[in-house]
């Protein structure tokens, strides 16, 4: 897998949960949805999720926020998510399906 955008590029430099996802969380405004699959895609392998609670609760949040970059392919989010095993987030947007 290859990054094809900036951000995730930017993205990739960060191995641990903590700042890949601060920089997510700080850049959310900017990102697009390509940038967002790939955060979803990336976040399956960075080490030490364990001690970002509050931030990965951010994350969760800020995709949840701009559901509508994927208003005809929230099943990407869902895929991505069930691959995540976070199901609360699933549960936030299944209605958008």
Do not use: I
């Not at 960075?46 to 931030?55: E, P, T």
């Not at 800020?62 to 559901?67: I, M």
């Amino acid at each position: 897998w290859d990054c094809d955008t900036e951000h995730a590029r930017r993205m990739s430099l960060h191995e641990t949960a903590v700042p890949f996802l601060a920089y997510c969380v700080e850049h959310a405004d900017q990102l697009t949805k390509r940038d967002w699959l790939a955060a979803l895609t990336m976040l399956t392998t960075r080490r030490q999720q364990q001690h970002a609670g509050k931030l990965l609760r951010q994350f969760h949040d800020c995709v949840v926020e701009r559901h509508e970059l994927f208003s005809d392919n929230v099943h990407l989010l869902l895929h991505r998510y069930a691959v995540l095993g976070s199901s609360a987030t699933v549960w936030r947007l299944l209605p958008m399906v």
